[in-house]
């Protein structure tokens, strides 16, 4: 009795390692696919800047060769940032600094929808806009 409850453990712990190992090449996949290809040559975007804690409110189109948005910020010295091995994390932009003092933060939106990605993967496309809007609270 006992050698067929150590068997069914071993049985039931590999069909677990499997499952969990289908699970993640899954993740894998679906963030591969999620990917946009880059486009090189040159895009026209808009970049917009809101700090409603500032009262600031800054748009602005521009034409670029940069392939993403991390990049083409810094270049601009749109943004001061922190870098972490996930990215840049923006703590300013145009000078209005995020704090934990009021919990602020950056949020990065792509035609008026929450970016799902880092500034870093945010893959530049022609006639995008690009809002940063600094938002009180966590």
Known sequence: MKKKSGTKKIVIGIAGILILAILCAGMWFISQSAKKDTVSGDKSITVQIVSERDNYNFKQQYTTDEEYLGNFLEKENLIGFE??????????????????SDQSWWCIMVNGESSVTGVDEIVIQDGDVYQLELKIGW
């Open 83 to 100: 870098t972490s091995t996930y990215g840049r994390f923006i703590k300013s932009a145009h000078g209005f600094e995020a704090n934990d």
